[in-house]
Nanobody, 124 residues
């Protein structure tokens, strides 16, 4: 079992930055994939970024955030981060941290462990 807890969401103006954190606990030693997903009201949950392989060396981004967001992983601290820069109104959503022991996918359906989510609102 893996437990995930997100933090760092909030209200930010367009063009601003936020850093999300995700703390993992439990059976963390063999987590293969960790990722960030988001869900806006009335929309399906969508992929944002993922870190794969046991070391987290391989990263993936959705086209909508590439060049603005950076995912990073500190296995020694059981932490996952998402640095979000140049935020836009369309980035407004609940952001979820997710993990899986075997997934090589960027689909939310292929992740078994989820945090409770943290709200990010981009507005002036």
């Amino acid at each position: 079992q893996v437990t995930l807890v997100e933090s760092g969401g909030g209200l930010v103006q367009p063009g601003g930055s936020l850093r999300l954190s995700c703390t993992a606990s439990g059976r963390t030693f063999n987590i293969y994939a960790m990722g960030w997903f988001r869900q806006a009201p009335g929309k399906e949950r969508e992929f944002v970024a993922a870190s794969m392989t046991l070391s987290g060396a391989r990263t993936y981004y959705s086209n909508s955030v590439k060049g603005r967001f950076t995912i990073s992983r500190d296995n020694a601290k059981n932490m996952l981060y998402l640095q979000m820069n140049s935020l836009k109104a369309e980035d407004t959503a609940v952001y979820y941290c997710a993990a899986d022991l075997r997934s090589t996918s960027t689909s939310w359906k292929d992740y078994n462990y989820w945090g409770q989510g943290t709200q990010v609102t981009v507005s002036s």
